[in-house]
T-cell receptor
Framework: AQSVTQLGSHVSVSEGALVLLRCNYS??????LFWYVQYPNQGLQLLLK??????LVKGINGFEAEFKKSETSFHLTKPSAHMSDAAEYFC???????????FGTGTRLKVLA | DAGVTQSPTHLIKTRGQQVTLRCSPK?????VSWYQQALGQGPQFIFQ???????QRGNFPDRFSGHQFPNYSSELNVNALLLGDSALYLC????????????????FGPGTRLTVT
């Protein structure tokens, strides 16, 4: 069985500040991990993914995430927030042997001018 | 290159009615998954279709059914609508391929907003 926990349903940062969105997962088999972004009234856009290999994953729009097996975490970071980063962010887990994604409840990022 | 498309964009139905939502996958993709996203929640997996068959199903009642066509497009049908079925319904496409090797990267469409009154 798999599950995802996103700590902090709302996160506010100042423009230019570090963005850190937290995601912890539970999986009985090696996980595949994903971060998606959702803008208002839109679908989900893939930011980055981890399946195998390098544990530091770089995605679009300057985001990156690090898979830490010992901490069962896959936190999303961006060195400098832009106003355009304001959106809802979802962490998801899947694994070999299952085709579905299990999503977290999301973190709404607000960027302050 | 067209991405995942869904129709209609919005839909309003009455309790007890039936609804059909449609999805066309991204070019080159042969696998379609459906998710329900209630307001303020993360998407919940409904089912996935590959080779015109339901390959995996989430914890949704039989009122939710689907179909995949030879061109890989898909429909989601919901019967006997309840107020609680009001949500954004997302379609996601991915690739399995002839060798049966599934790509775990899913591309999502813009969704269909269903309101049940």
């Amino acid at each position: 069985a798999q599950s995802v926990t996103q700590l902090g349903s709302h996160v506010s940062v100042s423009e230019g500040a570090l963005v850190l969105l937290r995601c912890n997962y539970s999986s009985s088999v090696p996980p595949y991990l994903f971060w998606y972004v959702q803008y208002p009234n839109q679908g989900l856009q893939l930011l980055l993914k981890y399946t195998t290999g390098a544990t530091l994953v770089k995605g679009i729009n300057g985001f990156e995430a690090e898979f830490k097996k010992s901490e069962t975490s896959f936190h999303l970071t961006k060195p400098s927030a832009h106003m355009s980063d304001a959106a809802e962010y979802f962490c998801a887990v899947s694994a070999s042997g299952t085709y579905k994604y299990i999503f977290g409840t999301g973190t709404r990022l607000k960027v302050l001018a | 290159d067209a991405g995942v498309t869904q129709s209609p964009t919005h839909l309003i139905k009455t309790r007890g009615q039936q609804v059909t939502l449609r999805c066309s996958p991204k070019s080159g993709h042969d696998t379609v998954s459906w998710y329900q996203q209630a307001l303020g929640q993360g998407p919940q997996f409904i089912f996935q279709y590959y080779e015109e068959e339901e390959r995996q199903r989430g914890n949704f009642p039989d009122r939710f059914s689907g179909h995949q066509f030879p061109n890989y497009s898909s429909e989601l049908n919901v019967n006997a609508l309840l107020l609680g079925d009001s949500a954004l319904y997302l379609c996601a496409s991915s690739s399995t391929g002839l060798a049966g090797v599934y790509s775990y990267e899913q591309y999502f469409g813009p969704g269909t907003r269903l309101t049940v009154t």
